[in-house]
């Protein structure tokens, strides 16, 4: 691992430090009238999920004679039924706390979206997916590194990306400065070390012969005095109010949230979460996955008031699974999924790309939803339309986006 991924994405972890160089070392001066920057929101769900069941396909018997004991039921007003949309898809029961997102247009839905490259292999995929290069494994950073470069911006800070995780994500990795944390309240050398430890690691950072080690070492230090004069992320209790469920993505979006309303200057932001890969037993699995999702979306939304004017969110997932089911009342690794797209600027309240439906000869490989809509088609339009990317060709080297393969998910 590189030295400067290694500071930025573990640093001084041992003792509690994360991996935030001079970590909101300008909230002090954000506090008198920063500019509000657009901020985008990338969710993972790592695992492939399985598209179908999350948003349904209810007017079409194949999806019901391919699934004849994990389908959801059609709307009917049972608390197992799908919530219709528009008469022909309906979210999972357990995302209804998206259903008002919808109705109020600040959600949308782009099915048969995904990867143009049909791996099965999660690893591939997902590098794939967060390299945005499709096919190729040579790529050395993630779009999401390369959109920084591509919209530069002089007053940029150091929180222009965070990812909230434990080290940073593919997609962020890269020349531009992004910085990786679990927890907010972990910034810093805990209590339990002592001030000798801090003094300790303060020298050691100050003699270092290397100019950039020494430097990470001074910045981390005045970012914690910064942190302690701007009592910014003071209250790690901030937003819990918003129904966040005790959950390690409710508590991602949450410090997002608070970074948003912070103006620290965050412009794209990370999070993730796993168990999607439902072979066996998917009908439980899957709904419980779901379900803390909706509630953190929604929570995210409601947490951020005025702001999600500024916002966008959107989910992704390494490919779908199988239309039919297998025989552990699960399904297997299959091509095409869905992704949601929510925030103030969104289009919503419809289903975005192009449904290709569920017979036979509609297949991809005769097994899986096919992709109509390449993913780096929806992150294009949010990079161009909403971050505002001029050159999105350095983003997505080799890939046609032109506006005419934007989906249509934000408002032009």
Known sequence: MQRRVFLRAGGLAAVG????????????EAADGA?????LVVVFQRGANDGLNTVVPHGER??????????VPRPNGGTDAALDLDGHFGLHPALAPLVP????GSLAIVHAIGSPDATRSHFDAQDFMESGTPGRKATDDGWMNRALLAAPERDATPLRAVSLSAELPRSLQGRAPAVAFARLREFGV???AGPS??????????????GALRGAGREAFAA??????????????????????????????????LLVKADVGLELAFAEAGGWDTHAGQVAQQAARLRELGSTLAAFQRDLGPRAADVVLVT??????TVRENGNRGTDHGHGSVSLVLGGPVRGGHVRGHWPGLHGRDLYEHRDLPVTTDFRALLAELLVRHVGVTDVASVFPGFDARPSVFPGALRS
């Open 17 to 28: 430090f994360g991996a935030l160089p001079r970590f909101v070392l300008r909230a002090a």
């Open 35 to 39: 500019r509000r920057r657009r901020v």
């Open 62 to 71: 194949a999806y019901y004679d391919a699934r004849p004991s994990i389908a």
């Open 101 to 104: 997102l919808w109705r109020e």
């Open 190 to 192: 805990r209590p339990w």
């Open 197 to 210: 430890a801090a003094r300790g690691f303060e020298g050691m950072y100050h003699e270092a012969v290397d």
């Open 224 to 257: 914690m005095d910064a942190l302690k004069r701007a009592q910014v992320a003071a209250d790690t209790s901030t937003g819990q109010d918003a129904g966040y469920p005790n959950a390690p993505l409710g508590e991602a979006l949450r410090q997002i949230a």
């Open 316 to 321: 992704l997932t390494e490919f779908g699974r």
